[in-house]
């Protein structure tokens, strides 16, 4: 790797940390600068994992007075996020990287809508009984999990979707534990792809360091935002997403 291939990498990694913290999707910053510098679509994908991972837990740091609002939930939803990283990972190093591309549009896309309309759906499902249910919670949040384990392209927009919807808790607790399940499905992941030797370790190191620094950032710049600005930026870098990858 030369220094320009470093500097890209620690670049695209401070980017991503911010914007992971904010609202998610930091994953089409960092997964077209390693495959720039010459890492195959899995290889890129597994290094991008792990390189992500210090960020989430600083982002996660900055957010614990609002973790400690909602431990019991933390605590909860900790099982489906792990288990749905172990599923997911061992997807993508077993099925075709190429057939669920195809359709990772079309699910930030809906969670974009689903984002943007988060406040009139909360209104008409406010009187349905059961919405609110540790079940559904935990289904939903196993299929994030196992979506963000497999490739994990704005399933930060997602999460913030969901919990945003089915939680009756602010934008900004949403929003911690969003951080939070995130760092614990991308470590679940990241536990099975340092084991399949997928990863480049000198690329993830560099991106780690700068990941750190600029998901503390993120978090700090995220708690500043009033929910309305929060949803924008989340709604922005998930159609962002969506058109990176149908032009890839």
Request: charged fraction near 10%; charge should be positive.
């Given at each position: 790797m030369t220094l320009l291939d470093g500097a890209l990498l620690a670049g695209a990694a401070i980017g991503a940390g911010i914007v992971n913290a904010?609202?998610?999707?930091?994953?089409?910053?960092?997964?077209?600068?390693?495959?720039?510098?010459?890492?195959?679509?899995?290889?890129?994908?597994?290094?991008?994992?792990?390189?992500?991972?210090p960020?989430?837990?600083?982002s996660a740091f900055a957010y614990g007075r609002h973790l400690k609002d909602q431990?019991?939930?933390?605590?909860?939803l900790a099982v489906p996020s792990v288990l749905g990283?172990?599923?997911?990972?061992?997807?993508?190093?077993?099925?075709?990287?190429?057939?669920?591309?195809?359709?990772?549009?079309?699910?930030?896309?809906?969670?974009?809508?689903?984002?943007?309309?988060?406040?009139?759906?909360?209104?008409a499902l406010s009187g349905v009984r059961g919405i609110d249910h540790p079940a559904i919670l935990w289904l939903v949040q196993l299929g994030v999990g196992i979506y963000g384990g497999?490739?994990?392209a704005a399933m930060g927009i997602m999460m913030m979707a969901a919990l945003g919807v089915l939680l009756p808790s602010s934008q900004q607790h949403a929003n911690a534990l969003k951080v939070l399940f995130s760092f614990l499905i991308n470590g679940a992941a990241a536990f099975c792809f340092l084991g399949s030797g997928k990863v480049a370790l000198v690329a993830a190191a560099v991106m780690a360091v700068a990941?750190?620094?600029?998901?503390?950032?993120?978090?700090?710049?995220?708690?500043r935002l009033p929910p309305a600005g929060m949803r924008g930026?989340?709604?922005?870098?998930?159609?962002?997403?969506?058109?990176?990858?149908?032009?890839r």
């Open positions: 904010v609202a998610g999707g930091g994953t089409l910053l960092t997964f077209p600068a390693l495959l720039s510098i010459g890492l195959s679509p899995v290889a890129a994908n597994a290094t991008n994992t792990l390189a992500l991972w960020g989430q837990l600083s431990r019991r939930l933390a605590i909860s990283g172990l599923v997911g990972s061992q997807l993508v190093l077993r099925l075709s990287e190429r057939s669920f591309e195809l359709v990772v549009p079309w699910l930030i896309l809906v969670a974009c809508a689903l984002l943007a309309a988060q406040t009139l759906i909360k209104k497999y490739f994990g990941n750190t620094l600029g998901g503390f950032v993120g978090a700090r710049l995220a708690q930026v989340a709604v922005a870098v998930g159609l962002y997403a969506a058109l990176r990858l149908w032009v």
